[in-house]
């Protein structure tokens, strides 16, 4: 068969999927069918649509359109898809050295892996040399971390870890290709993720995290070397932090021991707002956290025209002057919508009157020539930011703390540090509060990895950060339950605390301009 030209080997009754998610062809669903995310155009001895494939692909589409993860090679056949834009991926800061001495001799690197994206920096004794990254290979196996633990468990683990470890060593090279030294010379990694991540990334079996209790049967903090993960510098030592719970991961223990978190004087939240939704409150020295599953809707996925955020999504939305007006990364035409852009939509919706509080799109918003929201995706947004909201609602009841009493909200992460403040305000994504109290912290994970590659001596403020963190579980909790359902509502005419005017509920149609990001 052959895939845009080139030549390539199938086995009869292979899935176009199993075949193109190792030329990277992302399956958000993880080949169910259920997003369509997968489509090609492909024709020859093919398997005939099925009803999944019929349903997903509508009558006014282009002849030959096909998605991967349901159509089955039968013979000779050619197939054509459209490869991604690289995304942008939010690096860390440049970070210091401390008063212990660097883990690395020669040279180190700091690897943070997410669920969506792969991000790294190499230093030196002179310091930084060099960032880059990724994004995570193992998109092909499912947008989400349950995806990818399920097809861990049906036997895929080792395809999973080859994954991510190659995209890893890649990065790698890259690093090193940019400073001119040799991969190989890395005599030291601190790598950094969340615990379903990490157990992914070193081959566990990760049935422990699959089902209730949700108990982790290993929260790393321990030394492994490259040569167990398959890194082009195979003699390199290479750190975990330490994990605190099943789904509160390093990622969090790194973002706290960089912000200062544990050390805080007043009341602070941090929250790192993706897939899952990592939440720590310290409240007098004493620090509880939870996690809570929003699902992939803000990094793209799972909407009818969500993507990730690269070149043609649009990622920013205002409403000016009774219409909406977008930005598109890259300045060329919408392809999508991304994270940011959706929370802004949403907004601009709800300040028009086109959208009201429980959730009612009056009719599907276009945002852009081929780009719009629908009702089924306004639920999604819906579940989505009710996750957060009722997790920070949930940690503060327990303390007995009022959004007033909080001296910050700290949000870390990609996606954070694209929002419009004011926008995930105003929908009740984030609290209703002043917006001044809201500090964004970039990759704060990689940042904290950084500064424990950077000083060794920062290992033991990490381990004592992940040993003072309870975990809270929301799982039977009432509160968070109640909270969930409000938290599904969008506030009433409300933006940052102040009372929006009623907008003219008689607007008959959204008028859309575009204008270059």
């Not at 030592?237 to 706290?256: K, N």
Request: hydrophobic share 40%; glycine share 12%.
């Amino acid at each position: 068969m052959t895939v845009n030209g080139r030549i390539l080997r199938a086995a009869k009754g292979t899935t176009l999927g199993e075949l193109l998610k190792k030329e990277g062809l992302a399956m958000p669903c993880a080949g169910t069918g259920r997003c369509g995310k997968c489509r090609v155009r492909a024709e020859g001895m093919l398997s005939e649509p099925d009803a999944v494939e019929r349903q997903k692909i509508s009558a006014q589409e282009p002849g030959n359109i096909r998605l991967a993860c349901r159509t089955v090679i039968l013979g000779p056949c050619q197939v054509e898809w459209e490869t991604e834009k690289n995304m942008e991926i939010r690096l860390g800061g440049r970070a210091s050295f401390g008063k212990g001495e660097p883990l690395f001799d020669r040279l180190g690197a700091a690897v943070d892996v997410g669920t969506t994206t792969l991000a790294a920096q190499l230093y030196g004794k002179s310091g930084l040399l060099a960032q880059a990254g990724l994004e995570n290979p193992q998109k092909a196996y499912g947008a989400d971390v349950i995806s990818r633990v399920e097809r861990s468990l049906a036997g895929e683990g080792e395809a999973l870890k080859k994954a991510v470890c190659g995209g890893i060593g890649t990065l790698l090279e890259e690093l090193a290709a940019r400073a001119g030294v040799s991969a190989e010379q890395i005599d030291t990694l601190v790598i950094t993720g969340n615990t379903s991540m990490l157990y992914l990334l070193t081959g566990r079996n990760p049935e422990c995290l699959s089902h209730a209790p949700f108990q982790a049967d290993w929260l790393a903090g321990e030394w492994t070397d490259g040569k167990a993960l398959m890194l082009p510098c195979p003699d390199a030592e290479v750190y975990f932090p330490p994990c605190i719970s099943a789904f509160v991961g390093a990622d969090i223990t790194c973002a706290m021991l960089h912000t200062g978190l544990g050390d805080a004087a007043e009341p602070e939240l941090l929250t790192d707002i993706g897939t899952n939704g990592e939440i720590v409150l310290n409240q007098g020295g004493e620090l509880f956290c939870c996690s809570t599953a929003a699902g992939p809707a803000f990094e793209g996925a799972g909407l009818s025209c969500g993507m990730p955020g690269k070149e043609g999504a649009i990622c920013r939305v205002e409403w000016k002057d009774g219409r909406l007006e977008t930005s598109v990364i890259g300045g060329g035409p919408a392809k999508g919508i991304c994270g940011s852009g959706v929370v802004d939509a949403v907004s601009c919706l709800l300040q028009s009157g086109w959208l009201d509080e429980t959730g009612f799109l009056e009719e599907n918003a276009v945002l852009a020539e081929g780009v719009e929201l629908l009702q089924e995706d306004i639920r999604k947004i819906q579940l989505a930011k009710g996750a957060i909201s009722a997790g920070i609602r949930t940690m503060l009841h327990r303390a007995d703390l009022p959004v007033e009493g909080l001296a910050k909200v700290l949000v870390a992460g990609g996606f954070g540090s694209s929002l419009n403040m004011k926008n995930a305000i105003s929908i009740g994504l984030l609290p209703d509060m002043d917006v001044e109290r809201v500090v964004i912290c970039g990759n704060a994970a990689l940042n904290g990895a950084a500064d424990l590659l950077l000083d060794g001596s920062r290992r033991k403020a990490a381990e004592k950060l992940a040993r003072r963190t309870v975990t809270v579980s929301l799982a039977a909790d009432e509160y968070f339950k109640n909270s969930y359902m409000e938290g599904m509502l969008f506030p009433e005419f409300i933006v940052c605390g102040v009372d929006m005017p009623e907008p003219a509920r008689k607007v008959q149609s959204l008028e859309v301009e575009a204008s270059p990001s």
